[in-house]
């Protein structure tokens, strides 16, 4: 049986106090503009400082300082006639990104009860586990969420106050209109191409906002199917009138969806894993590129080039089949997982693809099914005290005293 709700309030409350004892026990690394606390022992520190005259004090953290002359080398001007030559930059460090969408047609126009807002919820759990949780949160990478033209202010002030990065897009659609079904659905999810417009980022992992982590994921991006590769040339390969020619070189790199909770873990395509060459589009890498997006963009206006069903995945497995010129690679599947188990858990599973509300696929499994919902009411107990903490004048003179002791 799952958690009274009382036991929920309970149990972020308890998050709270937690979160406010951890923030004010290192309060230099949440709040950066506080100075750090000067580490005290008795274990000897040696500082070395240059003075005017060139002599080096030595202190000896007694108090005591005793000085060494140094000699000052004399510096000869180098003859005009060798060219001098600036030495090498550092190599520039990869822009990586984390990226998740939100939309706001799953709610209803004007719709501000936030609380309620379970895919809203969803996506601040996932932006609270990747930037502040310390057993999962990234180092370095940025975290953004795409954001929709219904998505509300409120929603977007929120998740900037959490932390995340906000990128607003328009939505994407067929220009000749040629789907049938959910026009919302195809519009919302069809927007997540937008990402290969984002060419400030070498390498971008999309995850669906019904995501957790029990792990770090700033390893995916080590994985070797998560690598930028050239193109294929293939005679064999006959694009359809109106497609734009194929980019030079991709990356997309996915999971296959799981059976069920009746899998082996890591999942293979003998014991669990469900269609063989076809990935799901909630959890993937690409590479942005200007030239991929416009040949997705022509693909999805050629009428029934693949079946809208599952719009965004389903284009994205008619282009990258692995019998043609882009083929889609293997993830590790201990990255991420659709119906988890508790030996999932148990085996190190990095993150689990499913909802915190309702999860109808894992019933039987209620271990799991309590942890997802929990993750709710922790998430919600760690921004009760940030807020308590940070975003009001008496927290902040709070740190300053602490930091003066």
Known sequence: MSAHPSMRRILAIGAAITTICLLLLSSTYYAPGISKHTVRGGEEQAKL?????????????????????????RIRKKPSAIPIFDLPKEEEKEKLAYLTLLSGTVVKDGDEDLENDNYFQATRILVWQLLHLPETRTKGIDVIVMVTPSVSESRRARLRQDGAVIHPVEFLASETHWEHGDQDRWNDVMTKLRAWEMIEYSRILIIDGDTMLLHPLDGVFEDPAA????????????????????????LLAGLSEVTGTDHDFP???????????????????????IDAYNHYRSVLNIPKSFDPKYPEQNLLNK???????????????????????????????????????????IDGHQKVKDWLRDQRWQMKGYYMAYDMLFRNTAGLFLLEIINQN
């Open 267 to 289: 999942p293979t395509h003998t014991t669990g894993l469900k269609k063989k060459g076809y990935f799901n589009a909630g959890f993937f890498m690409l590479a942005p590129s």
């Open 227 to 250: 690598q930028i590769q050239a193109t294929k040339q293939m005679d064999s390969y006959k694009p359809l009138d109106g497609e734009a020619p194929l980019p030079p070189k991709y």
């Open 319 to 361: 282009i990258h089949n692995w019998d043609g010129p882009m083929p889609w690679k293997e993830l590790s599947y201990t990255w991420n997982l659709h119906n988890p188990t508790e030996n999932d858990f148990e085996k190190g599973v990095v993150s689990v693809h499913e909802k915190w509300w309702v999860q109808p696929g």
């Open 49 to 73: 400082s240059k003075t005017k005259t060139g002599t080096i004090a030595k202190s000896h953290g007694n108090g005591r300082e005793h000085s060494i002359k140094t000699h000052k080398p």
